[in-house]
């Protein structure tokens, strides 16, 4: 028998929104993985809320809206409070029910940017890191660092004189004008951009387009390639050297030496003898073109070495998956903090994405 199509409002409705999530769906097992980290910030979300007024936005709930924005690639929290209004899946995971009220999209930007002041994203990382089941995972011995560019949110028709001299002419009418730098020598020292002042002009290389950016640094352990580190300097030259030592230290100070694979950008005589004196053998690269390497034969010869090159690589899944998915290639964010919250937040959303798969894996 043909059933009607008929619609008929039912006057109750009783929906179990953890019997709609199916028992295998991924979700489940990066939602454990997040309400336990963010259980060990307890301290650390109250330390940032006055005691007295009216309730906020949970932060345990902001942080895994947030998160989702990440995971399917939704572009503005207007669409992630749209998204979040229709489907029963988003409802279960950030914790509403079915008939709490969604935030407006205002709202919950203003209360994101509560959780800059206390480094919630470092700590998150960190307290997914240290859950027992996900630290057996890691490696203490062996990691990988690279850097990769953040496109800042602003024009290169922003970058202008700092001392406000004349600009170069412009033609057409409106706020986007067409302007003509040919001919005019920027750099940073003298131009600055009037939308994000912290972004830099910077070419990845020889040939390659100047662009207002920032440098994302990682730091990957090379056992899973999960990202252990991460943080975000302006773009300059020896940003990624400076980083690459400052997220290795902690990690140095141990009995046995540790190593640390890195491309070419990383063979400097200075880098090479401060990870040295931390007890780091580092697998960096030979960059021997025109120059002498900083790596000999005393790294090379070694097979850890060939497999430090190898597995370094990995390193460049998670920039695209930052990059791609999270949105992460150009940010929407202002200034230098703004953009590192986001790209540290990036890498803990990556790191979510891959666990399940690797903590169900035969040990």
Not at 155 to 162: E, I, L, T
Not at 205 to 224: D, Q, V, W, Y
Not at 225 to 242: K, S
């Amino acid at each position: 028998m043909r059933g009607g199509d008929a619609r008929s409002g039912a006057l109750f409705s009783y929906v179990d929104l953890e019997a709609r999530v199916g028992k295998s769906h991924p979700l489940r097992a990066i939602r454990q993985l997040v309400n336990e980290g963010l259980s060990g910030l307890e301290k650390e979300f109250s330390a940032l809320y006055s005691p007295m007024g009216r309730p906020s936005i949970p932060p345990e709930k902001l942080l895994r809206a947030m998160l989702l924005q990440a995971f399917y690639s939704i572009r503005s929290e207007r669409q992630l409070m749209e998204r979040l209004e229709f489907d029963l899946l988003f409802r279960w995971f950030v914790g509403l029910g079915v008939d709490d009220p969604v935030w407006d999209h205002s709202v919950f930007s203003k209360n994101r940017d509560r959780l800059l002041a206390g480094d919630i994203a470092v700590k998150l990382l960190n307290a997914i890191l240290e859950q027992p089941r996900v630290k057996r995972l890691l490696s203490t011995d062996h990691f990988s660092v690279d850097g990769t560019l953040i496109q800042a949110w602003a024009s290169m028709k922003s970058f202008k004189p700092k001392d406000g001299a004349d600009e170069p002419p412009t033609e057409g009418g409106g706020r986007n004008k067409e302007a003509d730098f040919h001919g005019e020598k920027r750099s940073n020292e003298t131009h600055a951009s009037t939308t994000d002042p912290e972004a830099r002009l910077y070419r990845k290389g020889p040939g390659k387009e100047a662009k207002l950016c920032f440098i994302g640094h990682a730091l990957m352990e090379n056992r899973h390639a999960l990202l252990v580190g991460a943080c975000l300097t302006p773009a300059d030259g020896h940003a990624e050297r400076v980083a690459a030592l400052h997220m290795i230290e902690p990690r140095a100070d141990r009995p046995r030496a540790i190593t640390l694979g890195a491309d070419k950008a990383y063979d400097a005589e200075d880098f090479v003898n401060e990870l040295r004196a931390m007890k780091v053998t580092p697998h960096v690269a030979q960059n021997a073109s025109g120059r002498a390497s900083a790596i000999d034969a005393r790294t090379t010869r070694h097979a850890g070495y060939a497999i430090s090159q190898r597995i370094r690589k990995k390193i460049e899944e998670g920039f695209g998956w930052i990059k791609t998915i999270a949105g992460q290639e150009q940010t929407k964010f202002r200034g230098r903090e703004r953009v590192g919250w986001a790209f540290t937040f990036a890498a803990v959303a990556y790191n979510l994405v891959r666990l399940p798969k690797l903590m169900a894996a035969p040990t």
